[in-house]
């Protein structure tokens, strides 16, 4: 057991401090913060302020303008063609013309000018703008006060949607939040997904290294296969996770660091941006109080089961990884070089992608179905298909507990499998390799 | 005493008999020389006196013990495919191995140090091995199966790739070790070091055991009985003596080659002689590990 933490310690020592790993580790999240930081900054760097002439000629629209982000309105008297001269010359962003005979009915005739074509967000803004004039004109007309408006506008029936499998403990159902629950349970299983892939093809190639360089033979004289390859696996496993939690944790920080250095109209102006161009910006724009649906969501994904949730994940990426690691171990030790073990990753490509195609239609569409039922119990797609099912919620306790007991028993089943190929293939060279060699290797006695 | 005791071993792979029902005795503070063709099964038994492999039957004794994972501790290995991690520091690289042979990192650091001292390569420390020539890698190889003061030395074709001067090297510390007190096995398939270094022999062909004893022994066990005889006077004729080779002009005397009955004692041999011819010198014909190798893999294909 202490040579197996040698090991342990050497494999993790050893990538760790490789430059590519410090490369990776600092520069990944140093590359992503910084994609954004340059977007944001040429968002912010683009918004000059515009000048936009209104020449109004039904005189109903001035002071009903509001200068807003970047824009300013100036309501001018003047003849089209000389706005459209100080256009030219610059002087102005663009020229808004409404002619006299405009009709509150069929509001028809405004035009706009622009070097250029315009974007549909500014041309929106002066829309909307004009059309909330128009419409509060309509109304006078009509003599309907704005008030009764708004409250016929805001009947809404909402569905508030319970999760009834997991009753808190005053009895209450938990709110649920579909959106919420698939887009976390998403991120979680490409997480895992990329992770048996990227740090299972280290586990082969450093098997790989250690066979053909010949320094496994005196390893072996020292320490059991089986030890050196879990050994391995292990000290893998946790450079992974190092990297994982580094990288949680500087994308914290550079956030962090971000939101404090940028400029705070730089968030402002996108929000309101993205507000403004949705249809129905009243709605948004009031309070999480009057907008239930919105309220739900966030109130759902601060009341989801996280204990669960987080120690399900935990739970099922490290078994979903020894049970992979060992496999691409045994794929390691079985061939001469990288080039060799193509011909070998079918078996634990195919699996991971059934799970993962999966993960994004059978089980995303009914998380509770037979198909998503069957896929979190066996334990090659396991890791995946669990860990979508589990935020969605409905997944009872025993076939958590199946599916966690079929796990440790199928990384066991493949730990032990991938020993026994691992302790005769570190030691054989230039054999033509097939799955029938394999199987006699598994048959062989030591 | 015999420090390693090898009783009726036998190794099977799924299509061939590595070993067949191999004894063999290795002496403590003997220099062993384990002989055989290529795929005799020499690195078969030596993996299983490492532990690597198990054997089918039979049993393994050291200093009496049945051989147990214990062992390794005081087992030193050099295989015959060897090789260092390439990105690893030499210094980082021998004190993995020497821990994952039980060292304590303290005692790990002293015998590098000695090491490093002895070898005068202080400064490789730092190195890695991927820059260093294949003749320091070697001298690197050597250090990691010595420097947990193993009491059996197993050295699995050594002289093989070594340049001439580090064989030299690694022959003097071979010595010095078995002085120390150390029990040294080497397997090889090349006579002039069996001649040079070994005080025992075993030998393995075609699975099987086909000799084991002192190098003495077994030299006398191969010997054909057969003496250089430089004299002056009559051709000698004795009973039961024939003489197999003649070369009567060479210098001042004449020299023949005689041989004599099995058991024969080359003093009783050498006094019949003296009342026969004038006897100027009398030298008995060992066989060289050469001859007896080549004559037992010849006579098996006769």
């Keep these: ?446 | 005493m015999d420090f390693i005791q090898v009783k009726g071993v036998s190794k099977a792979y799924a299509e061939h008999q590595a070993l067949r029902d191999v004894s063999l005795t290795v002496p403590e503070q003997s220099i062993f020389g384990l002989l055989g063709p290529n795929g005799a099964g020499k690195t078969t038994l030596i993996r299983i006196i490492n532990q690597i492999i198990e054997k089918d039957q039979g049993e393994i004794l050291v200093k009496g013990q049945p051989l147990a994972p214990e062992h390794i501790a005081i087992i030193g290995y050099l295989p015959e495919e060897r090789g260092l991690y390439k990105k690893m520091k030499v210094g980082d690289q021998l004190l993995y191995l020497a821990q994952l042979r039980g060292l304590t990192k303290k005692q790990a650091m002293e015998q590098i140090r000695y090491w490093f001292k002895r070898f005068e390569i202080a400064d490789w420390w730092g190195k890695k091995v991927e820059d260093l020539s294949k003749g320091m890698a070697q001298k690197v190889q050597f250090i990691s199966t010595v420097m947990h003061k193993p009491k059996l030395i197993i050295l699995d074709e050594p002289f093989s790739g070594f340049d001439p001067v580090n064989a030299e090297l690694i022959k003097d510390e071979i010595l010095e070790l078995r002085r120390q007190g150390a029990t040294i096995i080497f397997s090889t398939h090349r006579m002039e070091s069996v001649e040079q270094l070994c005080d025992h022999v075993g030998m393995i062909h075609k699975s099987q055991l086909v000799l084991n004893g002192s190098k003495e022994e077994v030299k006398k066990q191969y010997s054909k009985n057969v003496f250089t005889l430089h004299y002056l006077g009559e051709d000698p004729t004795l009973d039961g003596i024939e003489i197999v080779g003649q070369d009567s002009e060479n210098g001042e005397f004449k020299q023949a080659a005689i041989k004599a009955p099995a058991g024969t004692n080359p003093n009783d041999l050498l006094r019949q002689l003296i009342d026969k011819v004038e006897v100027h010198g009398f030298r008995e014909e060992v066989p060289s590990m050469n001859d007896i190798f080549i004559s037992i893999v010849k006579e098996d294909q006769a």
């Design chain 1, 1 to 446: 057991m202490k040579k197996v933490l040698i090991v342990i310690r050497r494999e993790y020592l050893v990538r760790v401090q490789k430059k590519t790993f410090l490369l990776l580790t600092f520069g990944a999240p140093l590359l992503i913060v910084g994609l954004i930081a340059a977007v944001v900054a040429l968002t912010v760097a683009g918004k000059e302020e515009k000048t936009i002439t209104i020449l109004d000629e039904t005189a109903l629209f001035e002071s009903h303008f509001e200068d807003g982000g970047d824009i300013t309105y100036t309501f001018k008297d003047q003849s089209l063609d000389d706005a459209l001269a100080d256009l030219t010359s610059g002087k102005t962003f663009a020229v808004v013309s409404i002619p006299a005979d405009l009709d509150v009915r069929d509001p028809k005739g405004v035009t706009f000018h622009q070097k250029g074509n315009p974007t549909s967000s500014i041309t929106g803004k002066i829309s909307r703008q004009m059309v909330d004039r128009i419409r509060q004109l309509r109304l006078e007309q009509e003599g309907i006060a704005e008030t009764t408006l708004d409250s016929l506008n805001g009947i809404r029936v909402n569905l508030a949607t319970f999760d009834i499998t997991d009753m808190g403990e005053d009895g209450e159902a938990q709110q649920s939040s579909a959106g919420a629950a698939q887009g976390i349970g998403m991120v979680f299983a490409v997480i895992i997904y990329m992770f048996i892939f990227l740090y299972g093809a280290m586990v082969m190639r450093g098997v790989i290294e250690e066979k053909m360089t010949r320094i496994v033979e005196v390893i072996v004289s020292s320490i059991k296969p089986f030890q050196l390859m879990m050994g391995k696996v292990i000290g893998v496993a946790l450079v992974g996770l190092t990297q994982l939690t580094l990288w949680v944790l500087l994308l914290g920080a550079l956030g962090f660091v971000a939101s404090t250095f940028l400029p705070e109209d730089a968030f402002d102006a996108e929000a309101m941006e993205a507000l403004a161009n949705t249809p129905n910006a009243n709605a948004i724009q009031a309070s999480l109080a009057d907008n239930p649906e919105l309220a739900q969501g966030v109130f759902t994904v601060l009341n989801m089961p996280w204990g669960q949730i987080l120690l399900t994940f935990l739970f099922f990426f490290v078994g979903g990884y020894l049970m992979y690691g060992a496999l691409f171990a045994a794929i390691g030790s079985a061939v001469d070089s990288d080039a060799d073990s193509q011909q070998f990753m079918l078996p634990i490509t195919i699996p991971l992608l059934i799970a993962y195609m999966a993960a994004f239609t059978v089980v995303g569409e009914d998380p509770n179905g037979p198909a998503a039922f069957w896929l979190s119990m066996i334990p090659l797609t396991s890791p995946i298909v669990m860990t979508i099912r589990v935020p969605y919620g409905g997944v009872e306790m025993w076939e958590l507990l199946l599916s966690m007991v079929l796990l440790i028993g199928g990384f066991i089943g493949t730990i032990w499998l991938a020993g026994r190929i691992y302790r005769i293939g570190i030691l054989m060279h230039g054999t033509k390799i097939n799955y029938r060699v394999l199987a006699k290797w598994v048959k062989m006695k030591n």
